[in-house]
Structure formats: structure tokens, C-alpha cells
């Protein structure tokens, strides 16, 4: 009985490669550093899953910043901006491609299915060249070769390739990607030659692309494409294997056992990539015992879901976590020996106090007091099949707000945080260490809230927020203060290139013991006149981005965050919070589709029971809208704040379609991820076309996003110009 994984995550137990990129890009290392750094975190990840036990071991899975970005320089692929030619790339077109350089900006970047992975967007049309450019595949099997070690060589697959790619700029909407399949099978057949020459038995073609429903002439691409490569592939296996995941699909498992094909083998992906759950050992033998029914024993493989790329890399580094806890957790290096341990167990070698140690840990996380809490079950339970929304709607709410609130046309607001500086973070790090004291602490952030209110004040906008200085994360510091989460020290995943997130774990019922955020938010509405928004992070964000519990469904834990959520926002109408933003940044992560339902009613539980008169702001860090449009209208807020500057125009056409919109909106009206300070005649312009489309009432004017990661220098200039516009903009109506 054979065992496999998919991939492994890049970035090392303790973010090695993140900080060797980072060096190497701000120049202070050399490329043979960084490949040093690199070529030693895999040949550790190499040797790991050889000595325990894993038969089908992938290589070529490590990536200097994305495997997508590989697969373009393997294909030549380079948009002609990046002056490549021809030759073998190196360092310098592949981080141009990913990060820009001084005269051309990065290539796009856009999410990975439904995960916070995030892959270079290649780019393509009729006119593109391509060439056999990028020997990283089989140096990195030639690599594994030197060290004793047989791997699989993973390759992005071809058809995949071209449906995550987009049209290059200026090429006929028309045209179809697929057609350049016929330039980029040959260089698949030169790769393939190649690996076989330097003694590749099997090579792994990742085809994600393939779980979506597809319609039948892409469907048709996939098997024509493989019948062509076949003839390259033949003495090396064909296509002879096929991976499924079995975790997240629930209906994968009856497709395979109502047919699969005869003779080929099963790579029966059983234990998840995608969350940090120890495996339930005995149930997995059990649905592989049953597979082995149908394909047989010898060509049952038990790998993994997907790549482990998007779970942590090594519970052995998680010093913090108490030992029940870490009983129930599996990170990738842990996952490979369960994977070797139910190959080991289906051949009749079971490791039965493995076993056992496993079942006691599950046991003790189903019994566990610390998971369950009784009335957080009720109340969420009975939440479902209801409704819960406001009882006015928005448009007598909006006209109960306005008589309080008093905002003139055109009101300006921020959304949320301010730019945090090196003393800042200073102080929250001295306090969490207890190096200095609460009164302190206390006294500090007070200090800097009414920096961030006189500076709004001074600067004449009309909504004010209190600066988040005391949010290191806007997740972290909700999980931080409710019980059900855990934190780890080093459990990061890659997000895009170097950047790598730290998810908490929910783990247990949440709950929420007392006031998170009152304190802070009256502190500051006590220090001006004009309205102080209260500033909260939705249920469905603080899902998304975390590692949710696999023991009920992802709605269940999304109800009872959106309840906790739901005390908070009535304590702060209670402490006199007249606005309310409602965070639901990561709205969009969740889909396919069928999740808005349970999604959009959790952030209405949220705010069900406010008043008429307080004001309930959202915002989203996305712009692409379009499809979900209808949700976003559903969630029934009084303002939405969105992500707009770098695409006015696929917001404005959903509007000029028709789509009846009464709420407030505000589309951004400049970029915060640029350090570029916009100018107010630019501003105005932006601002011009939104009221060419919208109604004049219902137009809010703010940037892009928080203004954390922005240097004062850049954010006083920048909410100047913003301001002067409005103003501008209302003399004129
Ligand atoms: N209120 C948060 C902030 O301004 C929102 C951040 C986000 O949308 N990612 O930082
Ligand atoms: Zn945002």
C-alpha cells in the first residue's frame, strides 16, 4: 500500500524563505543565499517525508514567490513590458513579473479557488511566443535525485494553466485561451522528455481547474490534451493515476465508486490540506477500505486533499499551545506521518498505539468541556430557518439616521485604521509582555486616538473613527477577547509571494465573556462632537479567515460568532455609538455560491436589533461585486464601503445596468495600497462619474481601505485632497 501528498508548504517551519526573499530583494543578501535558504528548507522536507515512510513524494511543489508564476516561466510566457527575450529566467524577470520594478508594475495577482493563497495571473492572446524557459522542474528532480530521494515532479497542468489565465491587455474579448493550447503542448512534451530523460517514472499534473463545471469544449481541451501528451508520457506511467480530494467534494467518493476506471489507480486524498485538524485515523481506513473494493489493492494510493501548502507547517514549533489542544492538531509535517500511517495500517501494519493516541485525542475533543458550551448551542441552534433583519427598511432608517446624524451631501469618512507606527506597535508588544503596565498602555492609546481625532477634526471629516491603535489584527485582536479560539506562535500559511497570514483556530463554541471594543470607541466618541464610528469585524470575515472547526458545519460556528458579534454591536449602541461599521471584508472568500444564504443572515443577525436611527456601515476589500450584487443589497446595511479606486469602471456598469441600489455607498475613491498621494482635481473626477450613475443622497466619499500599512506623510496629503473634493463637488450640485 503506497502513500502520497500533494505538495508541501514552501515557506519552512519558521518562515525561512520569507525572510530570505525580503533580504534579497532589499539587497542585502545574495541570489546564492536565497538559493541556499531555499535548496536547504527542501532538501529537509525531502528527507522528512523519505524517512517516514511517504512512497510518492512531489517535487517541484517549492516556488521562489508562486507556482503559477513558475509554470509562466517554464512556458516563456513573459508580457513583453518585462523586455524578456529568450533565454533561461532568472531572478530578475520572475520577481519583476511578481512584485514590478522600478518602471513596470507587477503582473495581477488574484486568489486561489477558495483559498487566501494568491497566484500571478498569467496573461495571454494570439500573439503569444512561447519557449521552453524555466528548467526548474527538472533541476529540482535532478536535486532530489542527488540526495538519494525519489519524487514525483508536480506540474501546473496545461489546460489549468490556460483557464487561470487572462486575456493580455488589448487582445479581443473573443478569443478563446484554449487556443493556445497548441503552443503549449510542445513545450509540456519537451518538460516531460526532459524528466523522463534525467529518470522520472511518474510526473503529477495538477488540474484544479477541473472541479468546477465546466462546459463541454473545456471539457474536451482536458482529454485531448492528455491524449497528445500521452504519446510522450507512454513508458512512464500514461495517464495512469487520478487524485481526488475526498474531504471537501461530498459527492466524490459515490462518483468514484459508481465508476472508475478499470486498471488505473486511486490517489485517495483523505487527509485535508486545508485546516489543522489531526485525521479521524479509523474513519479514514474504513472509507479507504471501501475504495480498495473498487480499484483494488494495488492501485490504492492515500494521499492527501490538496497541496499541505495551505496549512501550517510544524506543531512541533507551537510551544504555547496547551497540550489538549495540541492533541487535536495536525499540521503538514504531521499530516504526512498520518497519511503513512493509514498506507502502513490498509497494508496490515498498523501502528496500533498511533492509533490509539489518535482516537483518545478525538475523543477527548468530542467530550472536552473547553468545546462545548451548552447555551451558545441553543441560541445558535435557534437560529436557523429564521429571518433576521431590520424591521424598517433602509430607506425610513436612512431618514431617521440623517435627522440625527445631520451629515452634509457627499459625507467623508475613512474606514477605520491609521497608520501604525514603530512606537506604536511598541507599546502593544511591551504590554502583551508585561513590560509595561495597563494604565500605561491605557494612557497611550489614548494619546494616539486623540491625535487620530484631531487630525480627522482638523481636517474636516464628517465621520470619524478612533484609528484601530490597539488591533494588531482585525481578526486576532476579536478572536483574542472571545472563547473557542487558540493562537499559535508559528502557524503560518502563504498568502501571495513572502506574505504569509497566522489564522486563529476556532476550536470551541465561541462566546463572548465581556465588552470588546466600548471602551475604546466611547473613549474616543467622548472626545468630539461629530459622529465616532464604532468599528467591528463581521462573523463571516473572522470565519474566513481562520481555521474553523471540522466538527459541525461552517454555518453553525459563523451563527455563533454572528451572536457575539450581535452583544457587541448593542453595547456599543447602548454606550452611545450613533454609527456602527461592520467589517465584512472577506465576504467573497467563502464562495461557490450557496454559502451567501448563511453568510448574508449571519451579519444581519448581527445588527437585527439596533435602533432605527443607528447607522450600520459595512465595507469590503474587493471590488468585484458584480455576480454577488444581489447578496450585498440582502445584507441590508445603511452604508457600504468598498474597494473601487483600481476599477471604477466594472462598479459603475452594474449600476448603469440597472441594479436598483437605495442604500448609502462608497465606493473608494483612492488607492491605499499605493504610497502615490492622489490630487483633488482627480478625486473630483472619480467622484463626477459615481454621481453620473448613482444618486446624489446615497454617495459616500472615502478611501480604498485602512489606512494601517500608510505613513502619516501620506495619509494627511492624501484625506486633504479627499475632502477638499467633496467639498468641491457639493459647491457645485
Ligand atoms: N477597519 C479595517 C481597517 O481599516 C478594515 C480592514 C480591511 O478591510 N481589510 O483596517
Ligand atoms: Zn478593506
Known amino acids: 500500500m503506497a502513500s502520497h501528498i500533494v505538495g508541501y508548504p514552501r515557506m519552512g517551519p519558521k518562515r525561512e524563505l520569507k525572510f530570505a526573499l525580503e533580504s534579497f530583494w532589499d539587497g542585502k543578501s545574495t541570489a546564492e543565499d536565497l538559493q541556499k535558504v531555499s535548496a536547504d528548507l527542501r532538501s529537509d522536507i525531502w528527507k522528512q517525508m523519505s524517512s517516514a515512510g511517504i512512497k ?13 508564476l513558475d509554470t509562466t516561466a517554464m512556458l516563456g510566457a513573459v508580457p513583453p513590458r518585462y523586455g524578456w527575450n529568450s533565454g533561461e529566467i532568472g531572478f530578475d524577470v520572475y520577481f519583476s513579473m511578481a512584485r514590478g520594478n522600478a518602471s513596470v508594475p507587477a503582473m495581477e495577482m488574484t486568489k486561489w479557488f477558495d483559498t487566501n493563497y494568491h497566484y500571478i495571473v498569467p496573461e495571454l492572446g494570439p500573439e503569444v511566443k512561447l519557449s521552453y524557459s524555466s528548467h526548474k522542474a527538472v533541476n529540482e528532480y535532478k536535486e532530489t535525485k542527488a540526495l538519494g530521494v525519489e519524487t514525483v515532479p508536480v506540474l501546473v497542468g496545461p489546460v489549468s494553466y490556460l483557464l487561470l489565465s487572462k486575456l493580455a491587455k488589448g487582445v479581443d474579448k473573443s478569443f478563446d485561451l484554449l487556443s493556445v493550447l497548441p503552443k503549449v503542448l510542445p513545450i509540456y512534451k519537451e518538460v516531460i522528455a526532459e524528466l523522463k530523460g534525467a529518470g522520472a517514472t511518474w510526473i503529477q499534473f495538477d488540474e484544479p481547474l477541473f472541479v468546477m463545471d465546466l462546459e463541454g469544449h473545456k471539457l474536451q481541451a482536458f482529454s ?12 512512464l506511467n500514461g495517464v495512469t493515476a487520478f487524485g481526488f480530494d475526498l474531504i471537501r467534494g461530498t459527492k466524490t467518493i459515490d462518483l468514484i465508486k459508481s465508476s472508475f476506471p478499470q486498471g488505473k489507480y486511486l490517489f485517495a486524498g483523505v487527509v485535508d490540506g486545508r485546516n489543522i485538524w489531526a485525521n479521524d485515523l479509523a474513519a479514514s481506513l474504513i472509507t479507504l477500505q471501501s475504495l480498495e473494493g473498487i480499484v483494488g489493492k494495488d492501485k490504492l494510493v492515500v494521499s492527501t486533499s490538496c497541496s499541505l501548502l495551505h496549512t501550517a507547517v510544524d506543531l512541533v514549533n507551537e510551544t504555547k499551545l496547551d497540550a489538549e489542544i495540541k492533541s487535536w492538531l495536525a499540521f503538514a509535517a504531521q499530516k504526512v506521518v498520518e497519511v503513512d500511517a493509514l498506507a502502513k495500517a490498509l497494508a496490515g501494519q498498523k501502528n496500533e498505539s498511533f492509533f490509539s493516541a489518535n482516537a483518545a485525542a478525538l475523543s477527548s ?16 441552534a435557534a437560529l436557523k430557518g429564521s429571518d433576521h433583519r431590520r424591521a424598517t427598511e433602509v430607506n425610513a432608517r436612512l431618514d431617521a439616521q440623517q435627522k440625527k446624524l445631520n451629515l452634509p451631501i457627499l459625507p467623508t ?34 494619546e494616539e486616538i486623540k491625535k487620530v481625532v484631531d487630525i480627522q477634526e482638523e481636517l474636516d471629516i464628517d465621520v470619524l473613527v478612533h ?19 487558540a493562537f499559535t506562535a508559528n502557524g503560518w500559511v502563504q498568502s501571495y509571494g513572502s506574505r504569509c497570514v497566522k489564522p486563529p483556530i476556532i476550536y470551541g463554541d465561541v462566546s463572548r ?77 467563502g464562495l461557490p455560491s450557496f454559502y451567501l444564504d448563511w453568510a448574508v443572515h449571519s451579519f444581519r443577525i448581527t445588527n437585527c436589533g439596533v435602533q432605527d436611527s443607528t447607522q450600520i456601515h459595512t465595507h469590503m476589500c474587493y471590488s468585484n461585486f458584480n455576480d454577488i450584487i444581489h447578496s450585498i443589497i440582502d445584507m441590508d446595511a445603511d452604508v457600504i464601503t468598498i474597494e473601487n479606486s483600481r476599477s471604477d469602471e466594472k462598479l459603475l456598469s452594474v449600476f448603469r445596468e440597472g441594479v436598483k441600489y437605495g442604500a448609502g455607498i462608497g465606493p473608494g475613491v483612492y488607492d491605499i495600497h499605493s504610497p502615490r498621494i492622489p490630487s483633488t482635481d482627480e478625486i473630483a473626477d472619480r467622484i463626477n462619474k459615481m454621481l453620473a450613475v448613482l444618486e446624489q443622497n446615497i454617495l459616500w466619499v472615502n478611501p480604498d481601505c485602512g489606512l494601517k500599512t500608510r505613513k502619516y506623510t501620506e495619509v494627511k496629503p492624501a484625506l486633504k485632497n479627499m475632502v477638499d473634493a467633496a467639498k468641491l463637488i457639493r459647491s457645485q450640485l
Open 224 to 235: 485531448g490534451a492528455y491524449a497528445e501528451l500521452e504519446s510522450t508520457l507512454s513508458g
Open 413 to 446: 469618512t475613512t474606514i477605520g485604521s491609521f497608520p501604525q507606527t514603530v512606537e506604536l506597535r511598541k507599546v502593544r508588544r511591551e504590554y502583551k509582555a508585561k513590560k509595561i503596565s495597563e494604565e500605561d498602555y491605557v494612557k497611550a492609546i489614548k
Open 467 to 485: 484609528g484601530e491603535p490597539e488591533r494588531n489584527d482585525m481578526v486576532e485582536y476579536f478572536g483574542e477577547q472571545l472563547s473557542g479560539f
Open 56 to 68: 510518492y513524494i512531489p517535487s517541484n511543489t517549492f516556488a521562489y514567490y508562486d507556482q503559477v
Open 513 to 589: 465573556p465581556k465588552p470588546m471594543t466600548v471602551f475604546w470607541s466611547s473613549t474616543a466618541q467622548s472626545m468630539t462632537k461629530r459622529p465616532m464610528k464604532g468599528m467591528l469585524t463581521g462573523p463571516v470575515t473572522i470565519l474566513n479567515w481562520s481555521f474553523v472547526r471540522n466538527d459541525q458545519p461552517r454555518h453553525e460556528t459563523c451563527y455563533q460568532i454572528a451572536l457575539a458579534i450581535k452583544d457587541e454591536v448593542e453595547d456599543l449602541e447602548k454606550g452611545g455609538i450613533g454609527v456602527i461599521q461592520i467589517d465584512e471584508a472577506a465576504l467573497r472568500e
Open 365 to 380: 475533543r468530542r467530550s472536552s468541556p473547553r468545546v462545548t458550551n451548552e447555551s451558545v448551542q441553543k441560541a445558535a
